[in-house]
């Protein structure tokens, strides 16, 4: 068992225990900062697979993007709510199914993938690779990711704007 | 290298052994820092205001009264207040402080004395500094009090504001340098120090770093006169103290990233090379040190709007315009 295994395991089971108590908490803000656990360790596994410049951006972007759930979720959420179980027995039977269903489908799916040989020299450079690999190779994709997300913004500017106007009258 | 040698070996326990007796002398070499670090504070703080500061515990220079202190919050009563949330309260003094100290690991104080040689070491430090407002918004959430969430949707505002005119600051730097790396930012200000050729970046970058360090005069989060003390107000004793803790830490990471992005690191200035590299660096740290207390005592505290205009309208096209000067300088003449 090498230090690797060890270092996934670990990862891997606080990533899926994250997961299961965001599911089964019942505050926001607990669910909250499970899923803190969670992408962090996700980032821990990144970091595995020598893909360190992803690893930083994951916890760069979700530290910003957790505290503004938790922001909305104490904000837009009743507190005094306890949360109770919702769905007859035959919804939780389909959602039982469901589940089995998916996690057979991923099981079949995963367990004959085959990624090819290993690529070697990961960890050399990366974050210069993934530089030139996104602006000679993937520069449109990249530019039209940009485009959308712009459109978002300006989205988000005037449906703040038009609430404005109206509370104004 | 030693660090190097040790990464590569094959592990064992002793190495686990190693490591962790490394971790605990940074962790002491940290904690001495700050309880110096916040004497020297209180000193120079007295000194510009006209008073004398601590001079009572441990002799004229009041040596020992930060020990004193830290004792107290040690012995106090650790109180959770009923109505709070106490999972959470337990545990966001722990989400705050750990982040604080992984970002020390990242930091090359010397080319010889430092820990993980990492790739986008940079990248790194501001990605794991921000895990911190998390812990304070849950601090703030879980302490129940109006006081104490307020104190922690403002941290929450004010870390994503500033974090964006951060990162846009130290882009030239790396333009410049052409790695994320911070071994390699400090090898490329071998003959010119950054500050010299990026001089709008470093007072973007500086006024950010102030911003992201909650201190005066961007403290709002803990704004005394409106908020009480913020978003730790319902918190005493030990758990008190690891927020504290966290501040002061960052305080040490963010000086020492500041040497290391701008002022050259470890390098000396010309002909005075015969002085080792680790004395440069804590020369520069501590001049960094001393102008982010010099801050404090000088700068009122900005209005919450201000503080998000300045921000958005001011830092971030700054820092935008620096970039694109940066980029257009370095296709041009380098």
């Known amino acids: 068992m090498s230090g690797q295994y060890i270092a996934f395991f670990v990862l891997a089971l606080i990533a899926l225990g994250g997961g299961i108590f965001m599911l089964n908490l019942n505050k926001v803000v607990h669910m909250v900062v499970a899923l803190v656990f969670t992408f962090v360790s996700i980032a821990g596994i990144y970091v595995l697979l020598s893909a360190e410049f992803v690893a930083a951006v994951q916890v760069l972007i979700y530290s910003g993007a957790i505290t503004i759930i938790m922001l909305f979720g104490i904000m837009l959420t009743r507190h005094q709510d306890d949360g109770q179980s919702t769905g007859s027995p035959l919804r939780k039977a389909f959602a039982l199914l469901g589940t089995v269903a998916f996690g057979a489908v991923m099981y079949i799916g995963i367990r004959t993938l085959d990624f090819g040989s290993e690529a070697v020299g990961l960890h050399d450079k990366n974050t210069e690779q993934i530089g030139i690999a996104i602006y000679s190779k993937y520069v449109i994709p990249f530019e039209l990711a940009s485009v959308l997300l712009l459109v978002a913004l300006i989205g988000a500017v005037i449906l703040a704007k038009k609430d404005d106007k109206e509370a104004g009258e | ?334």
């Open chain 2, 1 to 334: 290298m030693m660090m190097e040698q040790l990464l590569q070996s094959t592990p064992s326990w002793t190495n686990v052994a190693i490591f962790f007796a490394i971790g605990v002398g940074l962790l002491l070499v940290v904690l001495g820092f700050v309880t110096y670090g916040i004497l020297a504070e209180r000193k120079v703080m007295g000194f510009m205001q006209g008073r004398i500061g601590p001079n009572q515990v441990g002799g004229r220079w009041g040596l020992l009264q930060t020990v004193a202190d830290v004792l107290k919050l040690l012995l106090k009563e650790d109180t959770i207040p009923k109505a709070a949330d106490r999972p959470l309260f337990i545990l966001a003094p722990v989400i705050a402080f750990a982040p604080a100290f992984m970002v020390l690991a990242a930091l090359p104080f010397t080319d010889a004395l430092q820990f993980a040689d990492i790739g986008v070491g940079l990248l790194y430090y501001i990605a794991v500094s921000g895990l911190t407002t998390i812990g304070v918004v849950t601090g703030a959430w879980a302490s129940n009090n109006k006081y104490a969430l307020l104190g922690g949707m403002r941290a929450a505002a004010q870390m994503i504001s500033y974090e964006v005119p951060l990162v846009m600051s130290v882009i030239g730097v790396i333009l410049l340098a052409g790695s994320l790396n911070l071994n390699d930012i400090v090898e490329a200000q071998k003959d010119v120090w950054f500050i010299v050729v990026q001089p709008i970046g470093f007072l973007v970058f500086l006024v950010a770093a102030v911003a992201e360090l909650n201190r005066t005069p961007f403290d709002l989060p803990e704004a005394e006169s409106e908020l009480v003390a913020g978003f730790h107000v319902e918190y005493s004793g030990f758990r008190w103290a690891f927020f504290m803790l966290a501040e002061y830490v960052y305080f040490f990471a963010m000086a020492a990233l500041t040497t290391v992005l701008f002022l050259g690191g470890w390098h000396p200035l010309p002909f005075l090379g015969f002085i080792p590299g680790a004395v440069w660096f804590a020369l520069k740290f501590s001049v960094v040190v001393f102008l982010f207390i010099w801050f404090r005592i000088t700068f009122p505290r900005v209005r919450a709007d201000q503080l998000m205009e300045f921000g958005w309208k001011v830092l971030l096209p700054v820092a935008l315009v620096n970039i694109f000067v940066t980029a257009l300088v370095k296709q041009l003449f380098f």
